[in-house]
């Protein structure tokens, strides 16, 4: 085969130093640390080099941020000015975005087509932020007596944001939007595969004019600066997306010095399939659910649960739109489905097949590397459908991270309900169906924080996004998001000028409190 596409990106990325650390508004020297490649999924070929970032590097990083945050420029900035500079921020990351695509795609992979259609959107959460952030109004609370009762909302501080490699910029700029717009200040830890474009993002708004000390970076692996990050005493917020265990470490550690948590964590999205909804339709939804991004989504649509009455014809169908999708170069035009991040994330993928296999599942798509791409270095994998599965199998009920789903058959609304809700996890759910009633009962009944009907994927800055279970907790985009940048303090005023004495000699009946 031809060798996958060089990018002008390699070359730029390739002759740049080790990086990995920007504290303080500057780019901070490797020095004698330890360091690690970057390697690129579509090649298998070293791009790059960063740090594996030390506690030392840690404590420096959270103190940069802490010294921002109670720093005047940044705590004294009036809201309409941080409003104005988060805006510049949406404006400057929107001039780079042509840039933005081809490194995000060199790094983790995914295809450019998907890359823009994603990261074009990404401006818009910093101008969405501001807009909360104008639009801010605190309470005043109707109390008993001569009193008056109101709340101030105050940014929590310091927060630590882990992002993972699925969606590198995405989920960097979904928590650095309403950080900034908060008036927090932040450390960023990327994921050790994909830390290209966050690196990219830090040099982008340095240059807009960020105070120094609001936006740091901290490369390294989770289990060493990870690790460091979470449990510091110095972070206010814990903001993280990955794997459920990873998230119950981090989360645990965070705790331990009751920082608040945004976590968002595994999944393995039930679909639920009514024979009202035409077929064709839902296999192409079902497509473009489950193979997006080479399934490495936390809401791959990783269950198909599918009436009876058009079961086979179901199977039939996506097992050969998944045949037909064209795996590939991520740059090349005709790529629909790139490599998955690592050869051990598609070592994982191939156990799940084996696993399948072993059960009992019918295989029939994919399951192996795909003949034309085995000797390209790439991580790349078939598109993956079992059919016949049942509901305690553990290609069922574990979550892959892969281009990989299952096909389950059901005969009533009350037994899909019940396979939908049967799962440890509770982030994403969909369900194809032309009956409204039907489509608002399990809207109401499935256990996810995130529901679509008739589609799959869909994102807006202004709408909530999370889960419940093991899928984590607290809520990112929106308002929910927004809001818990804050804690909230009650201020009562006694508006009386009667003297008052509880321990006065007449022993009156006073009130308590």
Same mark, same amino acid.
């Given at each position: ?56 590097? $840690?404590?420096?990083? %959270?103190?940069? +941020? ?19 500079? &988060? /805006? ?10 042509? *840039? ?27 101008? /969405? ?26 940014? &929590?501080? !310091? ?33 050790? /595969? =994909?830390?290209?474009? =966050?690196?990219?993002? #830090? ?90 991004? +080479? ?31 064209? &795996? ?6 005709? =790529? ?12 994982? %993928? ?13 295989? !029939?798509?994919?399951?192996? &590397? ?18 016949? $599965? ?23 609304? *009350? ?9 440890? /996890?509770?982030?994403? +759910? ?5 009956? !409204?009633?039907?489509?608002?009962? @399990? ?38 998001? @927004?809001?818990?940048?804050?804690? =909230? ?8 000028? *009667?003297? @008052?004495? #509880? ?11």
């Amino acid at each position: 085969m031809n060798k996958p596409h060089t990018t002008s990106a390699v070359s730029k990325v390739k002759s740049e130093p080790v990086r990995g650390l920007f504290i303080d508004g500057k780019e901070q020297p490797a020095g004698s640390r330890e360091t690690f490649p970057v390697i690129s999924p579509g090649t298998g070929e070293v791009i790059a080099h960063t740090v594996n970032a030390d506690e030392s590097d $840690v404590d420096a990083a %959270v103190a940069s +941020a802490r010294h921002a945050f109670e720093s005047e420029p940044w705590r004294k900035m009036s809201e309409r000015s941080r409003a104005k500079l &988060v /805006y510049k921020l949406g404006d400057a990351l929107e001039k780079h975005l042509e *840039e933005l695509y081809e490194l995000e795609t060199l790094n983790n992979g995914r295809p450019t087509r998907e890359t823009r259609a994603q990261l074009a959107k990404v401006p818009d959460l910093f101008r /969405y932020n501001t807009g909360l952030a104008l639009a801010k109004r605190d309470a005043v609370i109707p109390v008993d007596g001569n009193y008056l009762g109101y709340t101030l909302r105050r940014p &929590v501080g !310091v927060v630590a944001n882990i992002t993972p490699f699925n969606h590198p910029l995405l989920i960097a700029a979904r928590n650095l939007a309403p950080t900034f717009a908060s008036g927090c200040t932040t450390v960023v830890k990327p994921s050790e /595969y =994909t830390p290209l474009t =966050t690196i990219r993002l #830090w040099e982008i708004f340095n240059d807009a004019g960020l105070p120094p000390g609001v936006f740091n970076i901290v490369t390294g692996l989770g289990a060493s600066t990870g690790k460091a990050l979470t449990a510091h005493p110095g972070i206010n917020k814990l903001v993280l997306t990955g794997g459920t265990e990873s998230g119950r470490l981090a989360g645990a550690a965070a705790a331990r010095n009751f920082a608040h948590q945004t976590l968002e964590l595994g999944g393995k999205a039930p679909v639920v399939v009514f024979d009202d909804f035409d077929v064709n339709q839902s296999v192409n939804y079902a497509a473009f659910g489950t193979f997006i991004g +080479a399934g490495q989504t936390c809401i791959c649509s990783s269950r198909h649960l599918v009436q009876r009455t058009i079961y086979q014809e179901f199977v039939e169908k996506l097992a050969a739109k998944a045949r037909g999708i064209k &795996v590939g170069d991520p740059f090349a035009k005709t =790529t629909q489905m790139g490599p998955v991040v690592s050869e051990r994330q598609r070592q994982r %993928v191939l156990d799940f097949v084996k696993i399948g296999l072993d059960e009992g599942a019918r295989l !029939v798509a994919g399951g192996g &590397v795909p003949e034309h791409l085995k000797e390209s270095g790439g991580f790349y994998i078939e598109p993956t459908v079992f059919a016949d $599965v049942t509901p305690n199998m553990r290609i069922a009920r574990e979550e892959v991270f892969g281009p990989f789903t299952v096909v389950m058959p059901f005969d009533s609304e *009350e037994e899909a309900l019940r396979m939908a809700n049967d799962s440890q /996890y509770g982030l994403a +759910a969909a369900v194809r169906t032309n009956n !409204v009633a039907r489509a608002h009962r @399990f809207a109401e009944d499935l256990e996810a924080g995130i529901i679509w009907i008739n589609d799959h994927h869909r994102v807006d800055a202004a709408s909530p996004w999370g889960g419940v279970k093991d899928s984590g907790t607290g809520r990112e985009f929106g308002q929910e998001a @927004f809001d818990h940048y804050f804690y =909230t303090k009650a201020v009562m005023v006694n508006k009386s000028n *009667e003297p @008052f004495d #509880w321990f006065e000699p007449e022993m009156r009946d006073l009130r308590l409190n």
